[in-house]
């Protein structure tokens, strides 16, 4: 394995992107692959370079960061789907896979356990604040794993956020905490949203009522226009 890693990232969308601008101008030249060709050539025409799967990722790189949408998507790109491997065959013993995407905590201790038969060392890492964030390297990191899955994948993490929360030497806890995030967020969304409605019924201009309450103490983070709702 390398002595200077190489890191990859799968999933170019609001937040991967941004990640993987983070990775670059923190001094990285990252490995990418999205479902959208155009999209990877794109990103790497400025530094960095497109695979045209993610194997061909997995094969190049030490440590690989994962933000796709689901369980399902990650497990596809993990072991494969509609007759398409995974990268799982084409990671080193020693490589570190973060999986960044909002799932059932019971199933990323199953991708723990997957990978860790195969020498593969594996981060439960779910994100959160918004597509902005992501590309300013600000966003937040929920995780837990392996003490030497933290120290091959640390400065890649700090270079796509402002806070790793280490939670756990075990996968389960990152994905915990995500879903009560998840649960809190929506409260204030659905809670915002009836604010916005009675004000409005009551004959007072919404764009009144938001430039009002996102400088008073009725205000969340939910409330905001550029958190990117993740």
Not at 30 to 54: K, L, M, N, W, Y
Request: charged share 15%.
């Amino acid at each position: 394995m390398n002595s200077t890693p190489n890191v990859g990232l799968i999933g170019l969308g609001a937040m991967g992107a941004g990640m993987a601008q983070s990775l670059r101008r923190a001094g990285y030249a990252p490995h990418v692959f999205d479902i959208r060709a155009e999209v990877a050539q794109a990103f790497a025409a400025e530094g960095g370079t497109a695979c045209a799967s993610p194997a061909e990722l997995g094969t190049a790189c030490d440590v690989v960061v994962s933000v796709v949408v689901n369980a399902a998507q990650t497990e596809a790109v993990l072991f494969g789907a509609d007759g398409q491997g995974g990268i799982t065959p084409h990671l080193r013993a020693g490589s570190v896979f973060v999986m960044c995407s909002t799932v059932d905590p019971n199933v990323s201790v199953g991708f723990e356990t997957r990978l860790a038969a195969q020498g593969v060392w594996y981060l439960d890492a779910p994100i959160s604040g918004g597509a902005a964030r992501a590309a300013q390297g600000q966003i937040t990191m929920m995780t837990a794993g392996r003490p030497e899955a933290y120290a091959r994948a640390q400065p890649f993490l700090d270079a796509m956020a402002a806070k790793v929360y280490r939670l756990g030497d075990q996968a389960g806890p990152g994905s915990k905490v995500k879903i009560i995030n998840q649960l809190l967020a929506g409260v204030h969304i659905a809670a915002a949203a009836e604010a916005m409605a009675l004000g409005i019924r009551e004959g007072v201009a919404p764009e009144d009522i938001y430039e009002v309450i996102t400088h008073s103490a009725g205000n969340s983070w939910s409330s905001t226009s550029d958190n990117g709702r993740r």
